[in-house]
């Protein structure tokens, strides 16, 4: 579950600490057969990606319609924690998708993996409890177009 927060209202340092940073030595995306490798630090994908991607698909929960069970979950967060927006997405090989979205993005089904803050909390490494304190301030998302542009994200935690 993630919780964004727009437009900066008073972000209160969390007890989890301060932002997870993310380790340079990560595995990234495959470049295209012959071509140098590159690491792509808006695209992460996890050493285990195939299996991973398997047992989402597994669920046959991608692309279903919103349910009560997990709207009432994202509802209790964003009340909770007193942000704008707060969701439950899966991050699929090119996207996450949104199973619940309450808040300031409601019509929006999904984005692109680059775009996706949920991408990098799912890496080895990462925190438990993924924290960006400010992402105007972080370097992996700064020109992020979800922080540059709508929805304005500021503050983003995600588990």
């Given at each position: 579950?993630?919780?964004?927060?727009?437009?900066?209202?008073?972000?209160?340092?969390?007890?989890?600490?301060?932002?997870?940073?993310?380790?340079?030595e990560m595995e990234m995306e495959q470049p295209v057969a012959g071509a140098p490798k590159e690491?792509?630090?808006?695209?992460?994908?996890?050493?285990?990606?195939?299996?991973?991607?398997?047992?989402?698909?597994?669920?046959?929960?991608?692309?279903?319609?919103?349910?009560?069970?997990?709207?009432?979950?994202?509802?209790?967060?964003?009340?909770?924690?007193?942000?704008?927006?707060?969701?439950?997405?899966?991050?699929?090989?090119?996207?996450?998708?949104?199973?619940?979205?309450?808040?300031?993005?409601?019509?929006?089904p999904q984005t692109g993996r680059e775009e996706s803050f949920c991408a990098h909390a799912i890496?080895?490494?990462?925190?438990?409890?993924?924290?960006?304190?400010?992402?105007?301030?972080?370097?992996?998302?700064?020109?992020?177009?979800?922080?540059?542009?709508?929805?304005h994200i500021r503050f983003y935690a995600g588990v």
């Amino acid at each position: 579950m993630a919780a964004e927060a727009a437009a900066a209202p008073a972000v209160k340092e969390m007890a989890v600490g301060p932002a997870s940073v993310i380790d340079d030595e990560m595995e990234m995306e495959q470049p295209v057969a012959g071509a140098p490798k590159e690491k792509n630090p808006f695209r992460p994908i996890p050493p285990n990606e195939a299996v991973r991607i398997e047992a989402l698909r597994a669920l046959k929960i991608l692309d279903t319609q919103h349910e009560e069970q997990f709207d009432s979950l994202v509802s209790l967060a964003k009340r909770v924690f007193g942000v704008p927006i707060a969701l439950i997405s899966f991050v699929d090989a090119d996207r996450q998708w949104f199973k619940s979205n309450i808040g300031a993005i409601e019509h929006v089904p999904q984005t692109g993996r680059e775009e996706s803050f949920c991408a990098h909390a799912i890496m080895p490494g990462a925190d438990p409890v993924f924290v960006v304190l400010d992402a105007l301030q972080h370097p992996l998302f700064k020109d992020n177009i979800l922080v540059t542009g709508s929805p304005h994200i500021r503050f983003y935690a995600g588990v």
